[in-house]
């Protein structure tokens, strides 16, 4: 059986299905929260940095993407053909996954190379992003 919790309404629900178990009986429950994929906005971010890193360093963007995705990215299985395969893809992150995923890269260009990413509570986010997206 499965349900979202939304409201408060719905959580008691789960909790009363879950107190009229047969406590004689072997039950099992998976309690997963699922969290929606990461979104345009957190990718276009991404990209804008990768693009501002390339313009400090000299750094190739798609080449820092590989990099980063291989130092920061958590690894994910997918199954292909019977056959499970440990991956790392920005793609596959949900949208938690991807904040932690872009904290670390600010984290570290600040700290090994000086550099600082802006975000969108930056006041001049919009100017900086303007110039950065492609």
């Known amino acids: 059986m499965k349900f979202p919790i939304k409201d408060e309404y719905s959580r008691q629900h789960a909790i009363n299905i879950l107190k009229a178990c047969d406590l004689k009986k072997d039950n099992m429950f998976e309690l997963k929260q699922i969290r929606k994929k990461r979104t345009v906005d957190q990718n276009a971010l991404m990209w804008c940095w990768l693009n501002f890193i390339e313009a400090e360093t000299g750094n190739d963007a798609d080449f820092m993407h590989e990099w980063f995705k291989e130092k920061f990215c958590p690894e994910k299985s997918k199954t292909f053909n019977g056959v499970e395969i440990k991956i790392k893809s920005t793609k596959l992150l949900d949208t938690k996954e991807k904040t932690d995923y872009l904290e670390k890269i600010k984290i570290f260009m600040m700290e090994k190379a000086q ?20």
């Open 115 to 134: 550099i600082y990413l802006m975000s969108i509570n930056d006041p001049q986010f919009h100017l900086f992003y303007s110039q950065y997206k492609k």
